[in-house]
Structures are given as C-alpha cells and as structure tokens.
C-alpha cells in the first residue's frame, strides 16, 4: 500500500510539473520548456547562454557547460 501510494504521488508530482514548465513555456518559448520540460538539452543550455537564466531555473543544477 505504501508503495501504490508513493507511485501515485510521484505520477501526480511529475504531471503537475510538466504541466507548469508547458505554462511557463508561454512565458519564456526561447527555453523550450514545452518540450524539454526543464532538462538539460543542448538547446536549453543555448538559451541559457543567450538569455541568461530566469528566477524559474533550479539554482541547485550547473545551468552552463564547462
């Protein structure tokens, strides 16, 4: 039951991100959040360099390629 209960969660979790980062997407399109959903693709990693990182970005990832 604990486990079921867990799965739910992180499927409720991960639903409700995705569809914040498609929201912010409309806020942001040159992140393409609407389709990487906030990982670390190459085109992410472009806007980031052009654009800057917004108040969104996770402060606890590396936001620029070494």
Partial sequence: ATSLSIA???I???TERDAMMRSLHE???EYAWDTNVGY???QHYDAIAEHGATPYHRRSFTLFRK
Avoid: R, V
Wanted: charged fraction near 15%; proline fraction near 17%; aromatic fraction near 0%.
């Fill in 27 to 29: 806020e942001h399109p």
């Fill in 12 to 14: 409720l979790a991960k």
């Fill in 8 to 10: 739910a969660a992180s």
């Fill in 40 to 42: 670390p693709t190459q």
